[in-house]
Each structure stands twice: as structure tokens, then as C-alpha cells.
């Protein structure tokens, strides 16, 4: 469950890896269209493999780098099952191509 930013309302989150249920999600209380708000912990993730590259310089550092990726996985996961959403601002893409099949100047 998360809540809809414009009503204030409960709305049921379908499972983060339904990616399909996400892209149509709607408030049901007032029609907004909603998107899944990415995990904050996202941000550690790029900064795993420099951690590794300093786990060679001794047994400490090869810890640190162990814990560090644990702990980015975990958050990773826990913000998954939780996850928040926010207003969709992206209107529905507009077909680029137009087919002047009723034009009437032929
Ligand atoms: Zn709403």
C-alpha cells in the first residue's frame, strides 16, 4: 500500500517487478496517474565496484567492501517491497506519424 500523493488516499501497489501493472497504475480514488518513486538507495549501487577495487589493498578493506554491498542489496530490497509513488508527469506518448487517408484535396 502507498499513498496517492494528489487524494491522500490508500492505493494498492501491485509487486515491484510487475513492470506492466506499474506503467497503468491509477489512483482509484481520483484517477491520477501514478509511477513508482525509484528506491534512494539506488544511488549506492555505482559506488560498490570502487569499494572492490580498494578490497585488494587488504583483509579490512575486503570486509568493508562485503558489508557495504550487502547493506546496498538489502536496502535495495526492503524499499522495493515498500515502494512509494509519485504523480506520473509524462502525458501518454502522441502518435508521431498522422495518415491523411480522408484528405479531402485529392
Ligand atoms: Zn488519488
Not at 509487486?15 to 549506492?44: G, T
Not at 578493506?61 to 554491498?69: G, H, L, P, R, Y
Given at each position: ?9 490508500d ?8 513492470l ?13 496517474r ?7 538507495s ?25 558489508v ?8 535495495l ?6 515502494p ?21 484535396s485529392?
Amino acid at each position: 500500500m502507498a499513498k496517492c500523493p494528489a487524494c491522500n488516499h490508500d492505493v494498492r501497489t501491485p509487486l515491484f517487478l510487475n513492470l506492466d501493472a506499474w506503467r497503468h497504475l491509477v489512483c482509484p480514488h481520483c484517477q491520477a496517474r501514478l509511477e513508482m518513486k525509484p528506491p534512494r538507495s539506488i544511488v549506492l549501487g555505482p559506488l560498490i565496484a570502487p569499494f572492490f577495487v580498494f578490497a585488494r589493498e587488504g583483509r579490512v578493506f575486503e570486509i568493508i567492501a562485503f558489508v557495504f554491498m550487502f547493506v546496498t542489496v538489502f536496502l535495495l530490497l526492503l524499499e522495493s517491497l515498500r515502494p512509494k509513488v509519485q504523480l506520473r508527469k509524462k502525458s501518454l506518448p502522441e502518435p508521431s506519424i498522422r495518415l491523411n487517408i480522408d484528405d479531402p484535396s485529392n
